[in-house]
């Protein structure tokens, strides 16, 4: 009972979440409002372009360097950086993508960008969130 | 001998186009359903795992989840696009699941054994998340793997039928 009730992981998520997610989209507003403009942006205007697979990407990042500082077995620890590397690799290639078809005038979908973009970084966020309580677990039984 | 009337000529299918976004849902709700279960049930959940990778049965339980997502989200696309399956990609999501569920398998007997080699203390608990590690790290791979390398392939052919054309 007492085990579940570690909710460090969920804080770290959340973190991410507003300043990966929220605090852009407020700044956005802010900006609107400090300016004048009648600018009110929904989070899936903003990240129309794919960005949110950028913010996916950054997100895998951390996990890795966590990962890789975590007493697992060194197996273990290139299995998972391996596997995390390639969704956030592939969550970051839909914003390349899209940046590469609007610079060079290809016809982009925006719709699509921002639906690839989103299921990508639900996914990356999805399994940080669980190599986050493995790692917390781990770090519990290695410090018995 | 005259051309076929365009009204009895069949329809061109075109072939299944995979896209990630399409598996990413279903990869990150495997992935919830199992960060669920580790934080609702922290003490029996990785038992159950542990028994069954003690007893032999979880690469069987892992090969079978891994092929039956595989499958249905490939024909669940199909049917979505209203497209037709190809050779190539059912022998890759008949043959990549099990080579990346296999190869995981190695790597955890490969952990297990340096875990009991090092003498670390605490190694059975120690043992017991590295086979839960695996295992969650080996489900997610053995779905999302091979749709990834379909993805690549797709690209590539296209790439050259393009650069041919």
């Not at chain 1, 802010?30 to 403009?37: E, I, L, P, R, T």
């Not at chain 1, 205007?45 to 950028?54: D, I, S």
């Not at chain 2, 542990?50 to 039956?68: F, K, R």
Request: some cysteine; overall charge positive; proline content about 5%.
């Amino acid at each position: 009972m007492a085990e579940w009730m570690s909710v460090k992981w969920l804080l770290w998520i959340s973190l991410y979440l507003v300043l990966g997610v929220f605090v852009p989209w407020a700044t956005a507003l802010a900006w609107a409002h400090q300016h004048g403009s009648d600018l009110r942006p929904r989070p899936r205007q903003l990240f129309q372009r794919g960005e949110l697979g950028l913010v996916g990407l950054v997100l895998v990042i951390s996990v890795i360097w966590n990962l890789l500082q975590s007493q697992y077995m060194p197996q273990t620890r290139a299995l998972g950086a391996v596997l995390l590397a390639v969704i956030g690799t592939m969550a970051g290639a839909v914003w390349i993508e899209t940046y590469c078809r609007h610079s060079t005038g290809m016809a982009s979908n925006d719709e699509r960008a921002w639906r690839d973009s989103r299921n990508l970084a639900f996914l990356v966020f999805s399994v940080v969130v669980v190599v986050e309580i493995l790692l917390d677990r781990f770090a519990k039984v290695a410090a018995l | 001998m005259s051309a076929p009337a365009p009204a009895l000529a069949k329809p061109e299918r075109r072939t299944v186009a995979v896209r990630l976004a399409d598996v990413a849902v279903t990869v990150a709700y495997l992935s919830l359903v199992f960060g669920l279960l580790l934080v609702f049930f922290p003490v029996s959940f990785p038992r159950i795992i542990v028994h069954s990778w003690q007893s032999g049965n979880l690469i069987v339980a892992m090969l079978v989840i891994a092929l039956t997502l595989d499958a249905y989200l490939y024909f669940r696309i199909a049917y979505l696009l209203s497209a037709r399956p190809t050779a190539l990609a059912a022998a890759c999501l008949g043959s990549l699941p099990i080579i990346v569920v296999g190869g995981c398998s190695i790597l955890l007997q490969s952990a297990v054994a340096q875990t009991l080699a090092v003498d670390l203390p605490n190694p059975q608990a120690r043992i017991g998340e590295e086979v839960l590690a695996h295992t969650y790290l080996g489900l997610v791979s053995g779905v999302f793997l091979p749709f990834l390398v379909i993805r690549l392939l797709q690209q590539f052919r296209a790439t050259n039928s393009a650069r041919q054309s």
